[in-house]
């Protein structure tokens, strides 16, 4: 096997685990949705973002050794025929259609847990403008004017 080969499936393997934690988070963050737990959800979005800074890292890497990789053998767009040739690279394919998937996973648990949270943000959003009205109304009704007396004493006689 092709050292490119065996480099870019070590880091396939890294992104791949890095996406099962993402899932596992964003697993955990719909429960948290769902419990309307907004510390919680906070807390997963942070751990997530270290996750994705460390796919950030990963895909770097790969796009370099990949780019090496075709340069030393010579490949452009157009030369996908001869990659399977090269031993290796069938694993190589499979492995990124495995994160493909993984991702289209991710995502569609992501866009529920979206719909989620602009359906609780609403929901909040609409108590506040009660809440504010409310707070209006009892303001311009409620409030008995205060009758002061008046300090200043008028000098002219």
């Known amino acids: 096997m092709d050292s490119y080969?065996?480099?870019l499936l070590e880091l396939l393997d890294k992104k791949q685990q890095q996406l099962y934690e993402i899932l596992r988070l964003t697993k955990e963050q719909a429960k948290a949705i769902n419990e309307e737990n907004i510390d919680e959800l906070e807390q997963f979005?942070?751990?997530?973002?270290?996750?994705?800074d460390k796919i950030d890292a990963i895909d770097d890497d790969f796009t370099r050794?990949?780019?090496?990789?075709?340069?030393?053998?010579?490949?452009?767009?157009?030369d996908n025929k001869e990659y399977p040739?090269?031993?290796g690279?069938?694993?190589?394919?499979?492995k990124v259609s495995k994160i493909a998937e993984l991702i289209k996973d991710i995502l569609k648990l992501e866009?529920?847990?979206n719909s989620k949270v602009k359906e609780i943000m609403k929901k909040y959003g609409d108590n506040i403008k009660n809440v504010n009205q409310t707070k209006k109304i009892s303001n311009a009704y409620g409030n008995e004017p205060i009758e002061a007396q008046s300090y200043f004493f008028d000098k002219k006689k």
């Open 111 to 113: 866009k529920s847990n």
């Open 45 to 52: 979005l942070s751990k997530k973002q270290t996750h994705i």
């Open 89 to 94: 690279f069938s694993e190589l394919g499979s």
């Open 5 to 7: 080969i065996k480099e």
């Open 85 to 87: 040739q090269i031993g």
């Open 65 to 78: 050794i990949y780019s090496a990789f075709r340069q030393e053998y010579g490949l452009t767009d157009s």
